[in-house]
Nanobody, 115 residues
Framework: QVQLVESGGGSVQAGGSLRLSCAAS????????MGWYRQAPGKQRELVAR???????SYADSVKGRFTIFRGNAKNTVYLQMKSLKAEDTAVYYC?????????WGQGTQVTVSS
């Protein structure tokens, strides 16, 4: 069982930046896929960004050029750098780890962007 803990959410004005952090209770292996998802009120959870050794980086079209996913120096961390935030980025952001056929999720962190 892997626990994921997100941090770094908050409130920011449009155009601002935030960095989300995700710390896993175990080392993240090269075969793992790490990702960030978000869910806005009344909407389905959607993929924001993902990183894996097999497929590299992938981003939702809505965040390309503004968000960057990257792993930290510690083997159990992954980050999401968000720039040029828009009101439509407002959502609860979840860290996800895919290991084999198992998905692990964090508890989520709220990001609120005011216009």
């Amino acid at each position: 069982q892997v626990q994921l803990v997100e941090s770094g959410g908050g409130s920011v004005q449009a155009g601002g930046s935030l960095r989300l952090s995700c710390a896993a209770s175990q080392d993240i292996f090269g075969i793992d896929t790490m990702g960030w998802y978000r869910q806005a009120p009344g909407k389905q959870r959607e993929l924001v960004a993902r990183i894996s050794s097999a497929s590299g980086f992938s981003y939702a079209d809505s965040v390309k050029g503004r968000f960057t996913i990257f792993r930290g120096n510690a083997k159990n961390t992954v980050y999401l750098q968000m720039k040029s935030l828009k009101a439509e980025d407002t959502a609860v952001y979840y860290c996800n780890l895919q290991r084999g056929l198992t998905d692990y999720w964090g508890q989520g962190t709220q990001v609120t962007v005011s216009s």
